[in-house]
């Protein structure tokens, strides 16, 4: 390995880069696109959430319970219907998300303690439903309670902790940084080389003195640069823009994006080589980036709850061990020296990444 | 009007051939889109199913114990007994548990029941104290006696056993077709004009517009095709009910593939490499699926957020197709989504057309 083959390659792709001003604020300004949007746009907590009431007979009852669940934070009641066709209608257009329906006779089956009401969801939303009928129960139960005189026969005490007030972009934040880097750091190196096969610049290359390690070792050097750059203007952003508590340090979080980058480069590498021409490397980058990340990850949808095949899946998608690393640093301020399995993960994972982008670079030609 | 369709016909045989010679581009039209649908299909759900609980019992009574034989009894929680508070807090530290519930040494004079949720995963600590509670509660009254004066009887419609997967299925066919079809268009005209081969197009009799529907077609029947391919996945493979009526499905699918593929083409108005395109058409895709209501509620959304959504073609088709599945809608309950895919697809195809020259 000479160094200065290594600096060659790398200053002829910084020129590349810089060449190219257009692609290279996108790749700058694409982590703080997805940070602003994703920590603005996403919440997964519910609020008055629209819901219509058929109240078939105007009592003081009646008037009592519905008055409680428009003044609860999670409802808002936002029309009245006199029959069930309009409310089913209302349902069906989606204009509502639940219906409540308080029958005819409740203020009469309320004084034999033997009341019911009914709660219409909407639940194409299934997430939405859950929650919605959480609360519902919740709230007409304290209800129950508050009428029966009587003391509950349990209290429930409901804390969180980490993240006291459950705020869903706490929970996002820290994730989103792992998404956004998951994508960059592929997409920023997977058209580099298949982009020197399609002109036929490779050709030339073999007729200089470059060895396959020290072209692959001058690629990827300065995309590892703005792959830093880009995970620091994300963790500002998070913690100066989006309030989100870093607990843990940030040399050990800038230790484990490092290695994070270095994984998510040689894939993209490796995407690059095998496909040979742009049109097919952004394809693939495309499926076998962003959506892996933001799907398998446990980012949004919880590993433990898939299908024991599609955990082992998730494996083999580094975000996975990055999410759970940026949350542990964010959130549970952790040293990842507690959860070193995930970093040994993420090493082995570069290991072998290095190793076969190093064996499939054979065949770009070069010496080896 | 007779040379245009000659000319038209031409440039399609080309550019049929162009994509679809690389064997390995065949397999990126069949392939990936139905591993997307399965894998995602299994992988998307909020919701927690086998939870594992951390149980932090000082009272040791028998009221503490019923409690939580009938959180076992749900069959929805994993009980992992540890002889105190810092050891729980431990294993919460280390992801290994995603709630704490604790029974004070006072429970038989105070019965407070403490839940702890991890809330590093917001989502997931909502619903396990939901459920968690729900059951303390109900099973605390049991024992109480007496039933309360008032029950809460629920129905989930269109969704009884309220399963994501049925939400979430429909919604990856949306999105599927989008990945496959916008960036490969904005490729295919850059590419031709980085290789420098649309000079050569340039001096041929073709006009610009049978240049961009020539350009069109053959991603729009890849599109089109992958709706087929994914639809009938999903009804043979998940038995995701499809309800409505399906030419509804065809009318919104090709609206839908007017809007992303107009998107596609103006994004290869505004990149001269195809690493341009690329990472464009990544500036756009995700948005597009972040501010769709594909994952999140967009009524959830900022005020100011809500009214950008407006200009994503996905989060109309989303609506449509999700109700064509479970609603059963035909194509009159969604006239405002297919004339709003049509006018965004519209105004991109004349940005684009007045932009590539």
């Known amino acids: 390995m000479n160094l200065q083959h290594v600096r060659a390659m790398a200053r002829k792709e910084w020129w590349h880069l810089l060449r190219d001003p257009r692609s290279l604020a996108l790749i700058l300004l694409m982590p703080l696109m997805l940070l602003f949007l994703f920590g603005y746009a996403v919440r997964l907590d519910i609020s008055e959430a629209p819901i219509g009431v058929l109240q078939e007979s105007r009592d003081a009852q009646s008037d009592d319970i519905v008055a409680r669940f428009d003044a609860s934070h999670a409802f808002q009641i936002t029309a009245r219907f006199h029959d069930r066709r309009s409310l089913r209608a209302a349902l069906q257009s989606g204009q509502i998300w639940a219906g409540l329906v308080v029958p005819y006779d409740y203020a009469k089956r309320l004084r034999r303690n033997d009341a019911a009401l009914q709660l219409l969801l909407d639940a194409v939303d299934a997430n939405t439903a859950r929650l919605l009928r959480n609360y519902a129960t919740a709230l007409v139960n304290d209800y129950a309670l508050s009428l029966s005189g009587r003391a509950p026969p349990v209290r429930i005490e409901d804390r969180s902790w980490f993240n006291e007030t459950k705020e869903s972009r706490f929970a996002i934040v820290p994730g989103v940084i792992a998404i956004v880097m998951a994508v960059i750091g592929a997409l920023m190196t997977s058209l580099t080389i298949a982009r020197e096969m399609e002109y036929g610049n490779l050709v030339m290359l073999r007729t200089t003195p470059l060895t396959r390690g020290e072209f692959l070792l001058g690629k990827l050097f300065p995309y590892f640069f703005i792959g830093m750059a880009d995970l620091l203007l994300a963790v500002g952003a998070a913690v100066y823009v989006f309030d989100v508590p870093l607990r843990g340090s940030l040399a050990a979080l800038t230790l484990v994006s490092a290695l994070f980058v270095l994984v998510v480069m040689l894939q993209g590498a490796l995407i690059s080589m095998v496909a040979g021409n742009q049109m097919l490397a952004s394809q693939i980058s495309l499926i076998s980036t962003f959506l892996p990340a933001f799907l398998l990850s446990g980012f949004i949808f919880a590993i433990e709850n898939m299908p024991v095949a599609l955990q082992y899946i998730t494996y083999v998608v580094p975000a996975r061990y990055y999410v759970a690393l940026s949350k542990l640093i964010f959130l549970k301020g952790v040293s990842p020296v507690l959860v070193w399995t995930e970093v040994a993960a993420l090493l082995a994972m570069l290991l072998l990444m290095a190793r076969i982008a190093f064996v499939r670079a054979r065949r770009l030609g070069l010496l080896p | ?357």
């Open chain 2, 1 to 357: 009007m007779i040379g245009s369709l000659v000319r038209l016909r031409a440039l399609l045989a080309k550019e049929f051939r162009q994509l679809l010679r690389d064997p390995r581009m065949r397999f990126f039209v069949v392939v990936p889109p139905l591993i997307q649908l399965v894998v995602l299909g299994y992988a998307a759900s909020f919701d927690v199913r086998e939870a594992q609980i951390a149980v932090v019992d000082y009272a040791h009574t028998q009221q503490s114990r019923d409690l939580l034989a009938a959180v076992t009894a749900g069959g929805h929680f994993i009980l992992h007994p540890f002889p105190d508070m810092a050891a729980a807090a431990d294993a919460m530290d280390r992801n290994r548990v995603r709630a704490i519930v604790h029974f004070a040494p006072d429970f038989a004079r105070r019965p407070v029941v403490q839940l702890i949720a991890d809330g590093s995963d917001s989502n997931s600590a909502q619903i396990v104290t939901g459920q968690l509670s729900q059951i303390i509660r109900h099973s605390g009254q049991q024992r109480a006696g007496g039933q309360l004066p008032v029950q809460l009887q629920e129905r989930a419609w269109y969704n009884p056993n309220l399963e994501d997967r049925e939400y979430f299925v429909p919604g990856i066919i949306a999105t599927v077709v989008l990945v496959a079809t916008m960036i490969l268009t904005a490729m295919t005209v850059v590419r031709e004009r980085e290789m420098g081969t649309l000079e050569r197009l340039m001096v041929t009799p073709l006009a610009r517009l049978e240049f961009l529907v020539g350009k069109m077609i053959p991603v729009a029947c890849i599109g089109l095709f992958d709706v087929v391919l994914v639809t009938v996945l999903a009804i043979a493979w998940f038995k995701i009910p499809f309800r409505g009526d399906p030419s509804a499905l065809l009318l919104g699918s090709v609206l839908y593939l007017t809007s992303t593929l107009g998107l596609g083409l103006l994004i290869s108005s505004y990149s001269s490499t195809q690493q341009q395109a690329m990472l464009l058409g990544f500036f756009v895709i995700m948005p597009a699926i972040i501010l769709s209501g594909f994952a999140f509620p967009i009524r959830n959304m900022p005020e100011g957020v809500q009214w950008l959504t407006f200009l994503d073609p996905l989060r109309y088709f989303l609506v449509v197709i999700r109700d064509l599945f479970l609603k059963g809608s035909g194509i009159f309950d969604h006239l405002f989504e297919y004339g709003m895919m049509a006018l965004l697809g519209a105004t991109a195809l004349l940005l684009s057309a007045l932009r590539i020259r």
